[in-house]
T-cell receptor, first 112, second 113 residues
Framework: QKEVEQDPGPLSVPEGAIVSLNCTYS??????FMWYRQYSRKGPELLMY????GNKEDGRFTAQVDKSSKYISLFIRDSQPSDSATYLC????????????FGTGTRLTIIP | GAGVSQSPSNKVTEKGKDVELRCDPI?????LYWYRQRLGQGLEFLIY????????KSGLPSDRFSAERTGESVSTLTIQRTQQEDSAVYLC???????????FGPGTRLTVL
């Protein structure tokens, strides 16, 4: 079993819809959770970074963490065609420079 | 300032040849990471540098893979006697010691024929 599970998709939704992307993990030591967005033929870019269980909002994006269920989500409101990309969840155990453990990524397409 | 840069952006090589991939991290970033991303798969950690030393080489898939970093700056990932399964995008990231935020370069797309 992988430490981090993420549905690879692809996921297609109409413009303006709310998108829900999810990851589950098995390692209870993970404490820091990130969402990266990766456009085609580009490197991943950090979207959201959270530590605590609960919600963190940034514009149209909301990151949600439930440590008791080992489940994290990224919600995108009012989705735009420019949101079409692969979204990767990532997590680490301790503060400091350790390796990130990534999910496989979910390919998202927003249909105009 | 400038972000993480990688070169070449694309590399096509024949099976059995050696390749060198280069990463220039963000200036001042002491931590540097190499990842591999195979088609349809997530990022796979390869190696991590703190300064010029590599405290974690656990992800290197075989002894054909090696990496070095000099001057707490540029890093080179070398793959010897390339195999077709080495075909992937090789991504480099850097970060400040004090934070966990890793900034990624655009990657080098390696194709082994």
């Amino acid at each position: 079993q992988k430490e981090v599970e993420q549905d690879p998709g692809p996921l297609s939704v109409p413009e303006g819809a709310i998108v829900s992307l999810n990851c589950t993990y098995s390692n209870s030591a993970f404490q820091y959770f990130m969402w990266y967005r990766q456009y085609s033929r580009k490197g991943p870019e950090l979207l959201m970074y959270t530590y605590s269980s609960g919600n963190k909002e940034d514009g149209r994006f909301t990151a949600q963490v439930d440590k008791s269920s080992k489940y994290i989500s990224l919600f995108i409101r009012d989705s735009q065609p420019s949101d079409s990309a692969t979204y990767l969840c990532a997590m680490i155990s301790n503060f400091g420079n350790e390796k990130l453990t990534f999910g496989t990524g979910t390919r998202l397409t927003i249909i105009p | 300032g400038a972000g993480v840069s990688q070169s070449p952006s694309n590399k096509v090589t024949e099976k059995g040849k050696d390749v060198e991939l280069r990463c220039d991290p963000i200036s001042g970033h002491t931590a540097l990471y190499w990842y591999r991303q195979r088609l349809g798969q997530g990022l796979e950690f390869l190696i991590y540098f703190q300064g010029n030393s590599a405290p974690d080489k656990s992800g290197l898939p075989s002894d054909r893979f090696s990496a070095e970093r000099t001057g707490e700056s540029v890093s080179t990932l070398t793959i010897q006697r390339t195999q077709q399964e080495d075909s992937a995008v090789y991504l480099c990231a850097s970060s400040l010691v004090e934070t966990d935020t890793q900034y990624f370069g655009p990657g080098t797309r390696l194709t082994v024929l």
